[in-house]
């Protein structure tokens, strides 16, 4: 076997292996969703794929009672409150984020705003797991009245994330010619109406993707919601590990279904802004 | 219309001083150059006529009115980017019309005078297509046209050729001078090509270092240069710069060439040189220069001025440029393509007496 032919063969299998390393997890949360209640975790026998594929785990997300064979579960829940919550909550948070950031971003790439402190001062945010702070923020929290609530989510998921919307909306800013700004505050714009006319449609590309990143960032966060919110205020995360009965103890089928639903809207979002997300960032601006 | 007076502005950001005591007047309807090497603070003034950049001290007037405190927009100006800053979201109508729509014209104003604009411009066919998709020429047409759309009375240009490939921007440059004679509108244009500013500009303003060195019509910059950097900076092949002494002979100045067998050069009483000097003979360190194309070879017979071995010959076609070594210094000179000397060769040339500057070392002055 020549030289070029073995590295083809190791290549194919290291990417082999890493490929199913990484799609496992999502074969099985598939395949467990359409898995009754007695394939869940049989002992000493293993289902690789549903032997009586059903439904059932989606109907009993919201509301319905399981019927047939299932009569395992007792008491019905619903899922629906806890997805709006975490649609609220994650597209509040991802806006509030982007308006600020950008905001942000625009000051310091175009005015550095802050000197050379500030996005250093702003990254740092992001030195340490949020989660080191979160039982300080949970007593700022109930002190200012925002432990469990939506606008409390909000308001913590944009804290956390404004770091990223800073940092990569400035990237996207600079590569903008500052003469852009300018032609149009020349031709008779303010300073707003310029940033709204002649910049941001040039970064429409970078703000798409921004957007995408910050909400998957919020929509699957777990350990916040879970802190700071999770009596009145339940995100589908937290929700979904709460999903145990007496009977089953753990119920995988249930909690694979609810992960299968919440999979969708990040898949939907990166679908829909693909051709942002694949034209990446071209400024045709400038001929240099 | 608009005359554009510059009084002892100084634009400093931090430390740097940009631009220093800066006094400049334009006249209606000139079509006026500044020129000078990059940093020289060329770009700053220019920001500051058009309202971007503020001064930090003195005071810029348009048509005898203060405009140091109006807003871009309000000084009715039209800027050229040197990168033209295109928007390339839009079509290249909605470029040109924008400051149009800014004023809130009705639809069928803006797109009358976008025809008119795209007409004299000669990019019609080109209004529909997005900005994004033209070549660089077209954007750059496209810009003027922006500029254009609101009927500035002043138009800055920044360098607006620099990105273009050299036969469209010789082109450029006679449609923009077409333009200009059209519109008859005060036109600044900042270039660091001295060539483009010789051709276009009835005015040309050198700056270095942030302070204006000289300003004159291209034939004063030329034939006049005010001090040594001047006279370095405009000419297509540099000036030599030669040290020399100089001695009192009577009425006339000798200025010797420090070489081993330069001949004295006699300069009559009625050069400048000689009347700058006044009475006294002495002073300097002093500096010759002369322009490669007012040295002339002599014949074989003939001493010259100076001699030189030929150390490398350019022949550009119209003309061929020699470069000479005498003693320790190196020099060249512009001689017809019919003269071509070989490598090596020793040759004797004459300076040519009326076009010889001399120079103050101390402080870089022409003597005139």
Redesign the interface.
Known sequence: MSRRKLLTAIRTVVVGFTLVVFLFPVYWTVTMAFKPASEWQPSGKTYWVPQNPTVGNFKRLFGANPTGSDVLISTPIDATGSIVNSLIVSIGGTLLALLVGTATAYGISRYRAGGKILPFAILQLRMFPPIAVIIPILFLWTYLHMYDSRKGLILIYAAVTFPFVVWLMRSFFDEI?R??G?????????NL?AFR??IL??V?SGLATTALFVFILNWSDFLIALVLAGNRVVTAPVFLSQITSAATGEEYGTRAALGLILIVPPVLLSILIQKHLVRGL??????R | MARIEIERVTKRFGKLDAVIDLDLEIEHGTFTALLGPSGCGKTTTMNMLSGLLAPTAGEIRFDGRRVNEDEPGRRNVGFVFQNYAIFTHMSAFDNIALGLRIKKLSKAEVAAEVQRVARMLEIEDLLERRAAGLSVNDMQKVAIGRSMITNPDIFLLDEPFSNLDAAFRAYMRAELKRLQRELGQTMVYVTHDQIEAMSMAERIAIMNEGRLQQYGSPDEVYNRPANRFVAQFVGSTVMNFLPVEIERWGDSLGLRIPIDDAAPIVLAGESGAVRAMGGNGGGGPFTLGIRPEHIRVVGAEAAGDLRGTVTLVEPLGARNVVHLRAGERGFRIVVPPTTRPRIGDDVGVELDRSRIHVFDDATGLALR
């Not at chain 1, 071209?282 to 001929?287: D, E, H, L, N, W």
């Open positions: 010619p003469e852009i300018e032609a149009a505050i020349v031709d008779g714009c303010s109406g006319k002649a449609p040039l429409k071209t400024f045709g601006a400038i001929k």
